[in-house]
């Protein structure tokens, strides 16, 4: 079976976006591999500097992903700072990166231009990303067009690896751009942190009424026939309804009676539908940190006898003792 990867930062509580974008879609391919999935809190590191924050996130993003259907028996799940061989490979990799790829690098050069000082772990991102993909002899790294750079760093020093050191040492992983949907937040605008459009995943379900009640829409007085295509309320119910109920909300929606508040309810109860179950396990996995630590743990229990053989071919390889 082929292995996929991928690391989710823990820089917030993930969103309904992230759900729909990325959570749902990441489980559903996960079925067709052996899948790695950690929380890169190194990563996280490289721009919060709130431990508070950085723990809560973590146990954020670990209850989310385990409520919304993960199995830690059958996907690794853990935590990158659990498994810290891989900084011993990315000193490695970083030996053979030149610098001017890593200043060639996306994030890098947005930091540069908005006239930030960027600090060093920003700069050598893509080393420890590279890491975390070939400490475990990834095939597939599903990743949004955003990361697909990221990807190539790791295939290119890999092959160079390879090329350098002779042999089929390192195995080179390719980038596998998932087609997440887009999903709109409460403006209209894509769903996200900075933009505070965001509809929060586990609320309560009053809290998650009022947000959905607050989505942007036309205004059309409600005897006026209200298109539903195109509007952000069309757009989300997609998500979570079938074909033939968001046909039924178009129709509903030209009749006179039934407006854009009808159709946030009902969008809301579809929504209470997918989440609500979710939530109940969400809740009580949130509230018991200790048990999330002991899942992690043992994710990275599981995963570091790969770290460690891909390591003693390493230090054979440049001439270490292995
Ligand atoms: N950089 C990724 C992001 O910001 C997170 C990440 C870290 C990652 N290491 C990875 C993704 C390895 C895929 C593979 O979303």
Sequence with gaps: MQRSLTGIKPSNAPHLGNYLG?????????QEYESF?????????????????MKAYT???????LACGLDPRTIHLYRQS?????????????????????ERGVSYKDALAKGEAPNAGIFTYPVLMAAD?????????????DQLQHVEVARDVALRFNHVFGGEILHVPEAQITEAPLVPGTDGHK?????????PLFAPPKKLRQVVMKIVTGGDPLEARSEARGSTVWELYRLVASESEVRAMEESLRRPDFGWGH?????YEALEAELGPRRAIYDALRADEAELDIVLQEGAE?????????????RGAVGMRA
């Excluded at 993909?133 to 067009?145: E, F, S, T, W």
């Excluded at 570091?304 to 003693?312: D, H, Q, S, V």
């Design 133 to 145: 993909i070939i400490l475990y002899d990834a095939d597939v790294v599903p990743v949004g067009k």
């Design 59 to 65: 146990y954020d993003v670990a209850a989310t992903w």
């Design 302 to 314: 599981r995963v570091r006898p790969i770290a460690r053989e891909t390591l003693r071919r390493v």
């Design 22 to 30: 990325a959570i749902r879609p990441a489980l559903r391919l996960a």
């Design 82 to 102: 659990d498994v810290t061989e891989v900084f011993e490979l990315a000193w490695v990799l970083a030996c053979l990166i030149a610098t001017g790829q890593l």
């Design 263 to 267: 159709a946030k309810q009902v969008l």
């Design 191 to 199: 769903m996200s942190k900075s933009r505070d459009n965001g509809i």
């Design 37 to 53: 999935l950690f929380i890169a809190d190194y990563h996280a590191l490289t721009s919060l500097r709130d431990a508070a924050k």
